[in-house]
Every structure is written in C-alpha cells, then in structure tokens.
T-cell receptor
Framework: GAVVSQHPSRVICKSGTSVKIECRSL??????MFWYRQFPKKSLMLMAT?????????EQGVEKDKFLINHASLTLSTLTVTSAHPEDSSFYIC????????????FGSGTRLTVV | SQELEQSPQSLIVQEGKNLTINCTSS?????LYWYKQKYGEGLIFLMM?????EEKSHEKITAKLDEKKQQSSLHITASQPSHAGIYLC????????????FGTGTRLQVTL
C-alpha cells in the first residue's frame, strides 16, 4: 500500500514551452503533497508544499509563477514548469504525506526534465 | 545553509567493511527518516526514528537517534555492492510534521 505514481518519468521540451508533471497517490488520499528538485550529485531541495483545495506554500527562493502547483483532488497534484529554460533542467520528485503505517511520506519515482 | 548536514559527503569502502554515515542538525529532529536513492531514481525508505535514544535495525543496517534528538547515524555492517547509492537523511524540524527537509546526502561506493 501507499504508492505514489509520478508521470512522466522523463521529458524533453524546447525552451519557452511549459511542461506538466503529475503526482498521484494510488491507494490513499493525500491532503498534502510535496515537490522537490534535485540537482546532479546534490540532495533534494524542497520547492513547495501542495495542499488540496488551497494555494501551495512555496519555499524561499522558489518562483511561484515559474513553478505552478495545483492540487485539485485528494489524489492528484501537478507541477507545471512554465516557459522552461535549460536551467530548469533537473530531477523533480514528489512526495505525499500519508498516515498509513509509520512511513509518513511516500515518494514518487521522479521526473527527469531536460530543456533544450 | 543546509539545516541537515551529512558526513561524509562521499565514501568508498571495500566489500565486507563496516561504515557509518552521520546526520547532524542544529534543530531538534522530531522525526528522522533515512532513505536510499539510486541516481536518477526515487527514494527507498529505510527507517524512521522519533524518540531520543531510539535504535532500529533492518538486515545489515542500523540507525540511531541520539538522546538530544539532534544527531542520527546510519551504520552498515559487512557492506555489499547492493548497498551502493546515495543515502539521505530527512527530518521534520518544525515539530508540526508539516514538511520534510533533507540532508546534504552521502554517496556510497562499495568496491569488490
């Protein structure tokens, strides 16, 4: 149980276009989801906390207009990278807060975004 | 600056050797999680610690949280090539379980 599906796993897009990444909790409801970004050989940096039915809470230094987060249902959060540029190329991972068992947080498998 | 510092940043050990990774915070660790990650993949949950002095083991991996709840260690006994990867500690430092922030990471290589 407590599976989070992230899609797509890899995406290549052209500069100036927008890309949407989906994060779904498959067998539980997630009122809170998190989006992280990981640079090569670096740790995970929390970008924002996504709350179902309300606005996301962004971490300091993260551009709200660049990284649009929508959490319209209890099982789906989306991250849209708008007007992507090569510097947005990175590995993005989502996580869902779950209260099943004692794990607490379940992570997706990540999305590798390459902007060309 | 990073809230959670891990040491060492990278580690190369020979198969069969023991190793320890540390995770230190200037804030109280209300919930401390250890994960393993293969490059470019998601996170694999290893263990969660909450109480000061708590220790948990799974197979050849043991994790401890100190009494002050500001430092955790991950110990691998008789390392194997399958242990290679990036080890990340994540913690709730707010006390409200509102978010999980991560340490700087430790890259482990196991040589034959």
């Amino acid at each position: 149980g407590a599976v989070v599906s992230q899609h797509p796993s890899r995406v290549i897009c052209k500069s100036g276009t927008s890309v949407k990444i989906e994060c779904r909790s498959l067998d539980f409801q997630a009122t809170t989801m998190f989006w992280y970004r990981q640079f090569p050989k670096k740790s995970l940096m929390l970008m924002a906390t996504s709350n179902e039915g309300s606005k996301a809470t962004y971490e300091q230094g993260v551009e709200k207009d660049k990284f649009l987060i929508n959490h319209a249902s209890l099982t789906l959060s989306t991250l849209t990278v708008t007007s992507a540029h090569p510097e947005d190329s990175s590995f993005y991972i989502c996580s869902a807060r779950n209260f099943l068992g004692n794990y607490g947080y379940t992570f997706g498998s990540g999305t590798r975004l390459t902007v060309v | 600056s990073q809230e959670l510092e891990q040491s060492p940043q990278s580690l190369i050990v020979q198969e069969g050797k023991n190793l320890t990774i540390n995770c230190t915070s200037s804030k109280t660790l209300y919930g401390l999680y250890w994960y393993k990650q293969k490059y470019g993949e998601g996170l694999i949950f290893l263990m969660m610690l909450q109480k000061g002095g708590e220790e948990k083991s799974h197979e050849k991996i043991t994790a401890k949280l100190d009494e002050k709840k500001q430092q955790s260690s991950l110990h691998i006994t008789a390392s194997q090539p399958s242990h290679a990867g990036i080890y990340l500690c994540g913690a709730d430092t707010t006390g409200t379980a509102s978010k999980l922030t991560f340490g700087t990471g430790t890259r482990l290589q196991v040589t034959l």
